[in-house]
DNA sequence: CTATTAAAGAGTTATAATATCTATAATATC
DNA sequence: GATATTATAGATATTATAACTCTTTAATAG
């Protein structure tokens, strides 16, 4: 019961480039190195955020990745999700009882996360200029 | 990201004695068959739930498990607490910035969720007598 | 003492997360 | 067009954790 790595990464290379370059380009290697992770798989991090549209990218000399238009609006909760997927964090149901009582409980929990993670933009925190990496 | 199997039976067999025979004494197999699942390993998650004293058992012929005096205070947190561990969902942190934002929000946000599983208690499922298993 | 039941230990299997390697595709610059 | 640069994709390996089993031990009632 543990939020992925990969979210870890995902949360700290879009605060990262929200603080540094909203709108320059920035190539992989370098935020590999600042997460002390490798290229290649950091690649596939953000190849997920991209088709998410949380940033975009362009291949070639010169190329990399940015944040979109509306990055500011992008909050922690599209991020998590990008990488996670639309999760349930409860599932382990067995015999499908109509209107089941754990699962509501579970899920109204869930969702009060949620909203909290929906409010929280990163554009928020790039404000505050944190040493992020 | 999800909740373990365990949890999830935890939380079944915990709603099952309260629905079932909040004073009376139940064993293992019974509810193993209940939920489909090996006695030998829901014996082992009902001794972390005894451990955490959420149920008290008792060996020997006509022995098992039972609810505690204090079980209407059980809340949905403490079960799941007592199974996950003391649990933090974020941890990926690389280098101890002070006061980090990311983990700020992430643990803001987890409270949230926490808040509403403790108000939450089985007895008041337990109420509404469902078909839990 | 014997039957019954929980607890504990060691081990196995299954599944998912993490990471790497290699090859391919796209773009800019010359 | 040739070349360097960079993202994307696929396959695969490694590691970690969850899920489960088997066996033994301990405690209690009758
Ligand atoms: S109580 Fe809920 S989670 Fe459990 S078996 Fe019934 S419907 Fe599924
Ligand atoms: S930003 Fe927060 S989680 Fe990331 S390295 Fe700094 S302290 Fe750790």
């Not at 070639?60 to 997927?85: Q, R, T, V």
Request: glycine share 6%; net charge neutral.
């Amino acid at each position: 019961m543990k939020y992925s790595k990969a979210t870890n990464y995902a949360l700290h290379t879009m605060l990262y480039l929200a603080v540094t370059s909203p709108n320059q380009r920035v190539g992989v290697q370098p935020m590999a190195e600042k997460l002390k992770v490798s290229p290649t798989y950091l690649s596939k991090i953000l190849t997920q955020l991209v088709k998410a549209g949380m940033i975009e990218s362009s291949p070639g000399a010169g190329g990399g990745y940015k944040l979109p238009p509306h990055w500011e609006e992008i909050s922690f909760l599209d991020i998590i999700h990008a990488i996670e997927g639309p999760v349930s964090l409860f599932d382990g149901c067995l015999n499908d009882h109509p209107d089941c009582l754990i699962q509501n409980v579970m899920v109204s929990a869930e969702e009060k996360m949620e909203e909290e993670l929906k409010q929280k933009k990163i554009a928020e925190l790039a404000k505050k200029a944190p040493p992020v990496l």
